[in-house]
């Protein structure tokens, strides 16, 4: 009872209220709570103080018409990633624990065909302040979003544009590094498993894969190259390409596909990492339960995440100086590469 006495009047505390036991001016008191300048540090912690003893919260409703937004942003990513591939699941997740450290809301939305009138209407009409959105997602109606008035952020490479503020991990050294590492634990024959060519970080994770071989002085092969669509089964129906040309190591341009191919090996016979070893891109699976334990170069889901949503904010403050960001994975070791 007593708990439900103390909602109750919480719910009816004003700013008027936090004004007038602070000793200061409704609009002062407004400055303080919004963290703006004209307030000295001990009448903005004086302020606060009293607001949290009185459990005040500011009427978001009016701050949003006040400002013009919403605090509330946009994920436009395929559902395709959230129900088969866990690269958009790490994603949503990693944008949403960024959003929640900056007092933001998430509106996620699936991109398969075009929108409704409705949807239409949150995404391009000023219901959020910005969209980040996903490369995976870029085509049809989404690439027309680049160009209409709602700030937009790409997570990804756009496969056809540079003119749009972006954030990418870096692929194609991060890939030649993960041969590199198959070459330093004794391989010879590198076979590569690469993603739909019509996307960028595929081409580029393949040209990592080229440059480590050229970096190695050691021949490229292009028959050592197996065409998968970055799905787990597709990893597993071309693993057996690869195994049969003799290869002791492949690298997977995504996870998925990788544990594809040991799934494949499995089925073969073929131990690993004895026979062949493997190194995955991404970062999704190195800690599912999968023996031996997954090499990979990782994905710092929750530093991209960060970084676009920061750049979106900027954007929507008016800054002309927003620039597209690189950011550099890690190759993480796993028994996938290493004898025991």
């Not at 787990?232 to 040309?245: C, K, P, Q, T, Y």
Request: net charge negative; aromatic share 4%; charged share 20%.
């Amino acid at each position: 009872m007593d708990s439900q006495r103390g909602q109750q009047a919480s719910e009816r505390v004003t700013l008027d209220d936090v004004a007038r036991l602070s000793g200061v001016s409704r609009s002062a008191a407004s400055r303080a709570l919004n963290n703006r300048p004209g307030v000295r540090p001990d009448v903005r912690e004086r302020v606060n103080r009293i607001a949290d003893h009185l459990g005040f919260r500011p009427n978001r409703a009016a701050q949003n018409l006040a400002s013009g937004l919403s605090s509330v942003i946009g994920l436009v990513i395929p559902s395709s990633d959230l129900r088969v591939d866990p690269y958009g699941a790490a994603m949503t997740h990693a944008v949403g624990r960024a959003a929640i450290t900056r007092d933001l809301g998430v509106m996620l939305h699936l991109a398969h065909d075009e929108p409704g009138a409705t949807v239409h209407h949150i995404l391009s009409d000023g219901l959020i302040d910005g969209l980040l959105i996903s490369s995976v997602a870029v085509g049809s109606w989404v690439d027309g979003l680049f160009d209409s008035s709602i700030a937009t952020v790409l997570i990804g490479t756009h496969p056809t544009r540079t003119d749009v503020v972006s954030v990418d991990v870096e692929n194609r050294d991060a890939s030649a590094m993960a041969v590199t590492h198959l070459f330093e634990q004794g391989c010879e024959r590198v076979g590569c498993i690469v993603g739909p060519l019509d996307r960028a970080d595929a081409r580029a994770r393949l040209e990592g894969y080229r440059l480590a071989h050229e970096q190695a002085g050691r021949p490229y092969d292009p028959q050592l190259i197996a065409h998968g669509n970055f799905g787990r089964l597709s990893g597993v129906n071309v693993a057996g390409s690869l195994f049969e040309a003799g290869v002791d190591g492949i690298y997977s341009s995504n996870d998925e596909m990788a544990v594809g191919a040991m799934w494949a090996a499995a089925h073969r016979g073929v131990r690993i990492p004895d026979d062949v070893k493997i190194v995955g891109f991404d970062g999704t699976s190195i800690d599912e339960f999968i023996e031996p334990s997954l090499t990979s170069v990782v994905q710092p889901f929750d530093r991209i995440a960060s970084t676009a949503i920061d750049l979106l904010l900027a954007i929507v403050a008016g800054r002309a100086d927003v620039q597209s960001a690189t950011i550099v994975p890690e190759l993480v070791k796993g028994g996938s590469t290493a004898l025991a």
